[in-house]
């Protein structure tokens, strides 16, 4: 679906308003796309950002796509997240 020319400018608003607002703001989470920002801001929920920038290079090595991610070996990557201490929720979104 895409968004229509007010739903564009509405967003532009938002987008000039938070800029203004938080001028000199970055994230703190290393992604290159935006998957890798959703993996490391669900990762970044229960432990820092700190943490997860050390977990997910390996991760992004690993998993590519969000079909790499749905494919996964649980056992694989509960290992790989272990230290964010995320890892088990990930085991029972799956059952």
């Given amino acids: 679906m895409k968004p229509t020319p ?5 967003a532009q608003k938002v987008i000039d308003a938070l800029a ?8 703190a989470l290393e992604h ?9 801001t669900i990762l970044s929920a229960q432990c820092t950002d700190a943490r997860v920038n050390m977990v997910t ?15 996964a070996d649980v056992k ?3 290992r790989m997240i272990a230290s964010t201490g ?4 990930i085991g029972r979104a799956h059952v």
């Fill in 20 to 27: 203004k607002l938080y001028p000199d703001a970055h994230c």
């Fill in 76 to 78: 694989e990557l509960e």
């Fill in 6 to 10: 007010a739903i564009r400018r509405r």
């Fill in 57 to 71: 290079p390996a991760l992004f090595e690993r998993y590519k796509t969000a079909k790499d991610f749905a494919d």
């Fill in 32 to 40: 290159r796309t935006p998957l890798q920002l959703l993996i490391a």
């Fill in 86 to 89: 995320f890892f088990r929720k």
